[in-house]
Nanobody, 119 residues
Framework: QVQLVESGGGLVQPGGSLRLSCAAS????????MRWYRQAPGKERALVAR????????NYADSVKGRFAISRDNAKNTVYLQMNDLKPEDTAVYYC????????????WGQGTQVTVSS
């Protein structure tokens, strides 16, 4: 079965960095785009970044452009989110996401990892 397991969250001071990882299993990893979402308290879940199956195309939310970088290692079935110059407004639970299928797709989410940016 499909599994997405995030790690790397924690408490960091403003201006600091974290790298999140999402280990995937149960599907042909390199065939699918991967996404990172985040959900802050009292807010809806929002897309942060997306990466194509080969890693050649990436997209970012305007709020993180120039600070975050999404990447993937298809040999390790892992997608990463490097977060630099973190701000208090980046505080959220970060989720890994994939949707799988051709005609009908099924969405899969990881359990989430908490990122807290505070002094």
């Amino acid at each position: 079965q499909v599994q997405l397991v995030e790690s790397g969250g924690g408490l960091v001071q403003p201006g600091g960095s974290l790298r999140l990882s999402c280990a995937a299993s149960g599907f042909t990893f390199s065939s699918y785009a991967m996404r990172w979402y985040r959900q802050a308290p009292g807010k809806e879940r929002a897309l942060v970044a997306r990466i194509g199956g080969t890693g050649g195309s990436t997209n970012y939310a305007d709020s993180v452009k120039g600070r975050f970088a999404i990447s993937r290692d298809n040999a390790k079935n892992t997608v990463y989110l490097q977060m630099n110059d973190l701000k208090p407004e980046d505080t959220a639970v970060y989720y890994c996401y994939v949707d799988i299928g051709v005609v009908a797709t099924i969405a899969y989410w990881g359990q989430g990892t908490q990122v807290t940016v505070s002094s």
